[in-house]
């Protein structure tokens, strides 16, 4: 499974730091992708990393903003958010795809339970 922490309340200008753990399989198998789902929109990509950090990419929207990384020994993948802003709100979710690092969520077949960045003043 994977497992989502780090989410919570943040001033405008403010920094997360998002976790997502994996277990019951190895994560190095696999590429992750951070997707976000605002109320009442589509889930939308955010980020991804390759199995071996080779390959990483980023939505318009965060780039220079986010950062993702990954520690295949300690099977955890972290997008560092910084400068947020109102838009950023949203359920996050990670999810793990067997192919290639992708922004969209149809290659993925496994999803954590999201955690939730609110950005508010």
């Known amino acids: 499974q994977l497992v989502e922490s780090g989410g919570g309340l943040v001033h405008p200008g403010g920094s997360l730091n998002l976790s997502c753990t994996a277990s019951?399989?190895?994560?190095?198998?696999?590429?992750i992708g951070w997707f976000r789902q605002a109320p009442g929109k589509d889930r939308e990509g955010v980020s991804c990393i390759s199995s071996t950090s080779s390959t990483i990419k980023y939505v318009n929207s965060v780039k220079g903003r986010f950062t993702i990384s990954r520690d295949n020994a300690k099977s955890i993948v972290i997008l560092e958010m910084n400068n947020l802003k109102p838009e950023d709100t949203g359920v996050y979710y990670c999810?793990?795809?067997?192919?290639?690092?992708?922004?969209?969520?149809?290659?993925?077949?496994?999803w954590g339970q999201g955690t939730q960045v609110t950005v508010s003043s």
């Open positions: 999810a793990r795809n067997y192919f290639a690092c992708s922004v969209v969520p149809g290659p993925y077949e496994l």
């Open positions: 019951g399989f190895l994560l190095e198998g696999y590429a």
